[in-house]
C-alpha cells in the first residue's frame, strides 16, 4: 500500500539532533548542515535554548511560506 503524498509545505525545515556529547544541534533538514544564526552555528546548545530555537525558526520559516 502506498503513503499518501504529503505536500512540502507540511514540513518543518529545521529539526533538532543530539550530538555525541549530549548537546544539541539545530540542523537544515533540507541541506543536512547545521543552522547559522546571526553568523554562528547552532551547535553544542542545551535542550531547552535548542527546543526554543528551532520552534523559532520553524515559525519564521512557515510564516514565510504564507502557512501561518
Known amino acids: ?8 509545505k507540511d514540513h518543518n525545515r529545521y529539526e533538532l539532533k543530539n550530538s ?16 547559522k544564526v546571526d553568523g554562528a552555528f547552532t551547535i553544542g546548545m542545551d535542550m ?4 526554543y530555537l528551532v520552534n ?4 519564521n520559516d ?4 504564507g502557512i501561518y
Open 56 to 59: 523559532l525558526l520553524n515559525y
Open 20 to 35: 555525541p556529547d549530549g548537546t544539541w544541534v539545530v540542523v537544515d533538514v533540507f541541506t543536512g548542515w547545521p543552522v
Open 1 to 8: 500500500m502506498r503513503r499518501p503524498r504529503r505536500n512540502p
Open 62 to 65: 512557515r510564516k514565510s511560506r
Open 48 to 51: 531547552e535554548r535548542a527546543d
